[in-house]
């Protein structure tokens, strides 16, 4: 177990990550910034709460391809469920702090990040069972889409731009966290060589 916590840089990747995530949320949950709109003809408000959750999926990302090859080979250890775990007690915490934090300052931008969260790791693991450089960058790609071309007019976001949508909607809930289900059993089933 000590080797899993070094080999996944879980003190000097994870908990940093966390503990920035958390401060960007407490700090910047009403900031924002303007970009123009490729598909509508006015501008599009882009909250800093829907870049945020890249902190953690990139880090989640680095950690989970942190390996001892061999020495994971070797184990009788079940280092599966220990990603498995990672993941889910690492986003566990960041949609409970993102929660938290808009429910007691109010802010719907920063529940919103706390469900993007759970998406875009979804989202992360999946593209990274199907390949393994893929899992930093569909996230990624996927919040600078959504930026420029996920608006049908201002502030109407389009149904496939989930990250978009706002905090109260149930079905965007449950459509994040089917993503995330799935990306946890095929993370879970992948058996990486590398």
Not at 19 to 24: H, S, T, V, Y
Not at 97 to 113: L, N
Not at 126 to 150: D, E, K, R, S, T
Request: hydrophobic share 55%; with cysteine.
């Amino acid at each position: 177990m000590p080797l899993w916590f070094k080999s996944r840089r879980f003190s000097a990747v994870i908990i940093p990550s966390l503990a920035l995530f958390i401060l960007i949320v407490v700090l910047g949950y009403g900031e924002s910034i303007v970009l123009p709109g490729m598909l509508s003809s006015g501008s599009n408000r882009v909250q800093l709460m829907h870049i945020a959750p890249l902190i953690v999926t990139s880090s989640l990302s680095y950690s989970l391809t942190q390996r001892l090859v061999e020495a994971e080979i070797l184990s009788v250890r079940k280092v599966r469920r220990f990603d498995t775990g990672l993941v889910a007690l690492t986003v566990g915490i960041a949609v409970s702090a993102s929660f938290g934090v808009g429910e007691w300052m109010g802010s719907q931008e920063a529940i919103e990040a706390g469900r993007n969260t759970i998406f875009l790791t979804g989202l992360m693991l999946i593209a990274g069972a199907l390949h393994a450089q893929a899992a930093p960058l569909a996230p990624i790609g996927w919040v600078f889409v959504v930026m420029f071309i996920g608006y049908r007019d201002f502030g109407r976001p389009w149904p496939w731009a989930v990250t978009l949508h706002p905090a109260g909607l149930a079905v965007t809930y449950f459509f994040c966290l089917t993503v995330f289900v799935v990306g946890l059993a095929m993370n879970y089933r992948i058996h990486r060589s590398v």
